[in-house]
């Protein structure tokens, strides 16, 4: 089983829309979590940490339910900027981080 | 506060020659992480040094791949004898700690070509 499960899109959303991913995960022992987005051709980029608590960074929203192993990200009012890849990347610590092939999200005017 | 900083930006080999990446964490830094991306591919772990120890090399060829990351200056990663296959773009990336709740910092990366 792959460490890190993401649905590779891409999603195609308009402007202004709201977009969700969600990632499955398989090391139970992982203790953060990350989601990161990659334009093309150039580094990944972190976006933000998830807690469990679940948290808010502007118009994303990140949720970790450790019983089901899986994180999402959402995105709220869409900008043409967020067309990216976006990452999902969980880590047990004391290791390098397990990047999988990510979702792609083309946001078109 | 400089960035991970990678060079070269690109770099062309012919088969058979030897290619060398630099790569400087951002300060205070300890950890660095080096990845390779084919085209239309996600990002593949390579290996994970600490100053003047490798800690994790489980992603790296057996071959002709190595890494170093010295008590002063860079981590180098080295690939002797290259062949087009190992044309990619290859990814550093820094943390201050290997503990959780810290994500990785990545370099711009160095595309390479083997030509």
């Known amino acids: 089983r792959k460490e890190v499960e993401q649905d590779p899109g891409p999603f195609n959303v308009p402007e202004g829309a709201t977009v969700a991913f969600n990632c499955t995960y398989s090391n139970s022992a992982s203790q953060s979590f990350f989601w990161y987005r990659q334009d093309c051709r150039k580094e990944p980029k972190l976006l933000m940490s998830v807690y469990s608590s679940g948290n808010e960074d502007g118009r994303f929203t990140a949720q970790l339910n450790r019983a089901s192993q899986y994180i999402s990200l959402l995105i709220r009012d869409s900008k043409l900027s967020d067309s990216a890849t976006y990452l999902c990347?969980?880590?047990?610590?004391?290791?390098?981080?397990?990047f999988g092939s990510g979702t792609r999200l083309q946001v078109q005017p | 506060n400089a960035g991970v900083m990678q060079n070269p930006r690109h770099l062309v080999r012919r088969r058979g020659q030897e290619a060398r990446l630099r790569c400087s964490p951002m300060k205070g830094h300890s950890h660095v992480y080096w990845y390779r991306q084919l085209p239309e591919e996600g990002l593949k772990f390579m290996v994970y040094l600490q100053k003047e120890n490798i800690i994790d090399e489980s992603g790296m060829p057996k071959e002709r791949f190595s890494a170093e990351f010295p008590k002063e200056g860079p981590s180098i990663l080295r690939i002797q004898q290259v062949v087009r296959g190992d044309s990619a773009a290859y990814f550093c990336a820094s943390s201050p700690t290997s503990g959780t709740g810290v994500g990785a910092f990545f370099g711009q990366g160095t595309r390479l070509t083997v030509v």
């Open positions: 990347v969980p880590h047990t610590g004391r290791r390098a981080l397990t």
